[in-house]
């Protein structure tokens, strides 16, 4: 540790390097806190966890006892073992005897991306509900057609305001918190829409897994998908290299300048324009026309990739990475694909085989760096390299199927929750003599 201090010091490392690496190591270390314990009020089992996006502070979770609860992960309510365990209570509890409390269990619990004013939930009970975090009062209700499955908001959206809703029903409904209404529905799926993440790097794009085994990407400024992943449709040898790319344009540029001069070198100014898996042969002396194979063979009409198919049986999970650059999903079919957004394509990383739940959706986390990937596999969480696919570590602590995790990116811990009722938190580890030194700083700031 001190030699990557002085390295940093010195220069010969860059202090983005420093801090990647040292996250890194701190993943690497983590284990089950014996500092910090968070009592779940909860008597069914969790579906959802999310710690808010602006102060990293609340954590919001949601069971399927129709109940949701707000912790404070900061600032905790008691302490035990001579001040060496702090006991992390729940601040707020919305369940049955709530007036306006859902009635079936609670599948999704999201924060308003811009403060903590606000949350979002989805029930069974075909309904999703706005809530009012300081009064505890409902302030909007959406009635759906089904069971809701999630729902999520952008990180990003400052033009507006949409929750995007998966139900058991094949349409996705965008909510719309300043009107109250449904904005609109995205057709394209053939059956239930099981999870729903926004992009990271725009506001306007939205990304659904179905149970039909599909993953769609929506610009919802427009009708029909653009986007249908093909796990057929790989990386390898089909996107072309940045100097082919280069090449095509320097000698696009000739045709429009040389008129007819350049008769002689036609063979050269051959090129081939890569659309999908079919190619197309443009000419020297011929301009490439507006509409192109890719828009007649546009994934939102009726064509043979409107029915590609990501997994093999319904798409569990779904994550995005910070950086907007890379996709994660989980299938059914107990598999993890990573998609490169900006192609489409599969990147064929070989995840190692593992078990996952099939007749729910789970919840996966991935580290602000994108080195690694946690995902649920039955009664344990993997952490797997987010490159080579190999696991990395693997937690251990819950008696029952994990459904959901979450990474704190400033505490650098992760939340994990299951069927057994109990939420777990994973930190990095502390040696005995800097718990026993951070104990005593909490006696003489309460002294």
Not at 207 to 216: E, L, N, P, Q, V
Not at 322 to 339: A, H, I, K, Q, V
Request: glycine share 8%; hydrophobic share 35%.
């Amino acid at each position: 540790m001190w030699k990557e201090i002085e390295r940093r010091e010195s220069g010969k490392i860059c202090p983005h390097l420093f801090a990647s690496r040292l996250k890194s190591r701190r993943v690497a270390s983590m284990q089950l806190s014996n500092s910090k314990d968070i009592v779940s009020p909860h008597r069914g089992s969790i579906n959802s966890l999310q710690v808010d996006l602006t102060e990293g502070r609340y954590l919001l979770s949601a069971a399927s006892d129709a109940s949701v609860a707000v912790y404070d992960v900061q600032q905790p309510q008691d302490y035990e073992g001579g001040g060496l365990i702090a006991k992390h209570k729940s601040i707020l509890v919305l369940d049955k005897q709530h007036e306006e409390g859902h009635k079936y269990a609670v599948s999704s619990a999201v924060w308003y991306p811009v403060d903590t004013g606000l949350f979002i939930t989805g029930s069974y009970d075909n309904s999703i509900k706005v809530w009012d975090t300081n009064t505890t009062q409902m302030v909007m209700n959406f009635k759906m057609p089904g069971k809701v499955y999630t729902t999520a908001m952008s990180p990003l959206a400052t033009s507006h305001m949409l929750i995007a809703a998966g139900t058991e029903d094949v349409q996705v409904r965008l909510c719309d918190i300043a009107s109250g209404a449904f904005a609109h529905t995205l057709s394209g799926h053939r059956d239930g829409v099981m999870t729903a993440q926004w992009s990271a790097s725009n506001e306007w794009v939205l990304i659904t897994g179905g149970c039909d085994g599909a993953i769609r990407f929506w610009d919802i400024r427009r009708a029909g998908c653009f986007r249908v992943l093909d796990q057929s449709h790989s990386q390898l040898g089909r996107r072309s290299p940045v100097l082919s790319r280069v090449t095509a344009k320097a000698s696009t540029s000739k045709v429009l300048l040389g008129g007819q001069n350049t008769s002689a070198k036609t063979g050269m100014a051959l090129r081939k324009l890569s659309y999908g898996n079919g190619t197309k042969q443009v000419s020297a002396g011929k301009i490439p026309a507006k509409t192109s194979s890719k828009q007649r063979l546009h994934p939102g009409m009726m064509s043979i990739r409107d029915r590609a198919t990501a997994h093999y049986g319904a798409v569990t999970g779904l994550r995005v990475t910070e950086d907007g650059m890379y996709l994660l999903s989980t299938g059914s079919d107990s598999r993890l694909r990573l998609w490169d957004i900006k192609s489409g394509c599969n990147t064929l990383v070989n995840f190692e085989t593992v078990r996952l739940q099939t007749n729910k959706a789970i919840q996966l986390a991935i580290s602000p760096d994108s080195s690694h990937v946690f995902v649920p596999c039955m009664a344990s969480v993997k952490a797997f390299d987010f490159w080579s696919g190999k696991t990395f570590m693997t937690f251990r602590g819950h008696y029952e199927n994990v459904n959901c995790c979450w990474f704190s990116s400033r505490d650098q811990e992760l939340y994990t929750a299951g069927n057994d009722r109990q939420i777990l938190v994973w930190s990095p580890f502390v040696s005995q003599e800097m718990e026993e030194e951070a104990a005593l700083d909490r006696d003489c700031w309460s002294d």
